[in-house]
């Protein structure tokens, strides 16, 4: 009776995380998952303004970006003079702010604020 008892408890046993087990790195996995659920969640509960709002507010804080010059049409490249790395530092901003992974054949088509913003709202439709 004993035995049937263990193997049944083995089966259905829940895990319960321990601090040790949380410290080494279940914590953070746990963390990132419950980051993206509530930023998926943000970004298809925002309009597309909010959206656009957030983007234009991170460019502005580039420190390389001249803030009145940047518009949702301003061209990264040509209107606010940015260079291939100063573009990849931006992009990497995108992915922390949005809790988004753009990939490098993505990245290269985000010509002005209005694209991250398009591309961030399709993203998050997708995880939907």
Excluded: W
Excluded at 99 to 126: G, M, N, R
Aim: charged share 30%.
């Amino acid at each position: 009776m004993q035995s049937l008892r263990n193997s049944i408890l083995n089966h259905v046993r829940v895990r319960v995380f321990t601090t040790k087990r949380l410290i080494a790195g279940e914590l953070s996995a746990l963390y990132g998952d419950c980051q993206q659920l509530r930023t998926c969640s943000t970004i298809s509960s925002n309009s597309n303004d909010q959206v656009m709002d957030r983007v234009i507010k991170l460019v502005k804080k580039f420190d390389k970006i001249d803030a009145a010059k940047v518009t949702e049409k301003a061209d990264f490249q040509k209107d606010l003079s940015l260079d291939s790395l100063d573009r990849v530092e931006l992009v990497m901003a995108f992915e922390e702010e949005f809790s988004v992974e753009i990939p490098d054949a993505e990245a290269d088509k985000l010509k002005c604020c209005a694209d991250v913003a398009k591309y961030v709202i399709s993203t998050a439709d997708q995880k939907i």
